[in-house]
């Protein structure tokens, strides 16, 4: 439960964050995304109620922080995000069984994906709104490049995470094996 109330208070905590760290000139100036990176964690952690309960506070606060609107028109939409994470927080419970104990090489890689399917969905719906595509090498790197990033910063995010209360994830309980 403490912990749970911690990453509620990280993800307030990191959309805040996001919104003054610089653009990382080495991936193309891309912008770090941090949120992406503890949802994935909350998601391999928590129990699956909770993370549906997760990705809705998640979803919710996203959206309002970064409502996309032209002009009269909005482009990203609330409640999206909402969509995106409950989608996202199911496929990580399914890869849970894969790291019994907890795996920073699960979360590390989940969050890397997670971030640029993030945002190449936020790409696509913005180019569905204007009727036109257009990919080249800058918005390839705005897409992966705070992938990259998430994906170097995860263990970082995980070990520390792991020191607060609650920590441990519980033992999967073998039926069929005797000792």
């Given amino acids: 439960m403490i912990r749970a109330l911690i990453l ?6 990191a959309l805040i964050a996001q919104e003054f760290i ?4 080495f991936l193309g100036g891309s912008h770090i995304l941090l949120v992406p990176l503890l949802f994935v964690y909350a998601a391999l ?7 549906l309960l997760f990705a809705l506070y998640t979803g919710l606060l996203s959206d309002l922080t970064f409502l996309h609107a032209t002009g009269d028109q909005v482009e990203i939409g609330l409640g999206w995000s909402m969509l995106f994470y409950v989608f996202l927080g199911t496929g990580l419970r399914l890869l849970q069984p894969l790291a019994p104990g907890g795996r920073w ?3 590390c890689l989940a969050s890397g994906l997670a971030t640029s399917l993030l945002l190449l969905v936020q790409y696509l719906m913005v180019c569905l709104r204007r009727e036109s595509f257009l990919l080249d090498g800058t918005i390839l790197w705005q897409i992966l490049g705070p992938g990259l990033a ?8 995980y070990f520390f995470l792991r020191l607060f209360p609650g920590a441990r994830w519980a033992p999967r309980a073998h039926k069929g094996l005797t000792s």
Avoid: M, S
């Fill in 22 to 25: 610089p653009a990382v000139p």
């Fill in 105 to 107: 090489e699960i979360h």
């Fill in 8 to 13: 509620a208070l990280l993800i307030y905590l």
């Fill in 150 to 157: 998430a994906l170097l910063l995860a263990p970082a995010v």
């Fill in 45 to 51: 952690w928590l129990p699956f109620p909770g993370v």
